[in-house]
């Protein structure tokens, strides 16, 4: 059994552009957080997605989308990127139980420089 | 606003030495508590995980208790190995969606 995946590992970009990065979750869970780890910090949540739809929003500016498909795989989209974005994006997933609030498992993530 | 704080920030023991690593929490309205384990350049490893209910969870050398009350939960590892050299990280999920709040972590290194 997979667990969580994401891709690409590593991903170099210059200040202005725009990135994709892709996670697909553990198999039977319908729910994917995307949190942001800079060199040294905790991670920071940054949105969850749950039936295609963004359900809570971290602190992050609207430069920061992302989009949940029907296979519940997901993807994090950053506009214009700063200096600043660089850090390793980390994709959680989690099965929705109503009621509870479940054990999030966490891929490899994927390391993102802006030059 | 809830806040995470784990101290110490490092941590350096000799094999087989048993630690305690600490983490506090500002505001006791959680669902549960997680700790992970991430390795340098790596993703986070889910070791335990607590609901509110509950005082404690246990897998094999290691233990972590919640106290909600005090808004305090430790990490117990018995009989520590240079292997568990690593950062400890303690989240708190909480929110509507059950969104992981990160302390900063505990680098610890085991010398053999």
């Known amino acids: 059994d997979a667990g969580v995946t994401q891709s690409p590992t590593h991903l170099i970009k210059t200040r202005g552009q725009q990135v994709t990065l892709r996670c697909s979750p553990k198999s039977g869970h319908d729910t994917v957080s995307w949190y942001q780890q800079a060199l040294g910090q905790g991670p920071q949540f940054i949105f969850q997605?749950?039936?295609?739809?963004?359900?809570q929003r971290g602190n992050f500016p609207d430069r920061f989308s992302g989009h949940q498909f029907p296979n519940y795989s997901s993807e994090l989209n950053v506009n214009a990127l700063l200096l600043g974005d660089s850090a390793l994006y980390l994709c959680a997933s989690s099965p929705r139980t109503a009621g509870s609030y479940n054990e999030q498992f966490f891929g490899p993530g994927t390391r993102l420089t802006v030059l | 606003k809830q806040e995470v704080t784990q101290i110490p920030a490092a941590l350096s023991v000799p094999e087989g030495e048993n630690l305690v690593l600490n983490c506090s929490f500002t505001?006791?309205?959680?669902?549960?508590l997680q700790w992970f384990r991430q390795d340098p350049g790596k993703g986070l490893t889910s070791l335990l995980l607590i609901q509110s209910s509950q005082r404690e969870q246990t897998s094999g050398r290691l233990n972590a208790s919640l106290d909600k009350s005090s808004g305090r939960s430790t990490l117990y590892i018995a009989a520590s190995q240079p292997g568990d050299s690593a950062t400890y990280l303690c989240a708190v999920g909480s929110g509507n969606t059950g969104k992981l709040i990160f302390g900063q972590g505990t680098t610890l290194q085991v010398k053999p």
């Open positions: 997605y749950y039936e295609e739809e963004e359900r």
């Open positions: 505001d006791s309205a959680i669902y549960n």
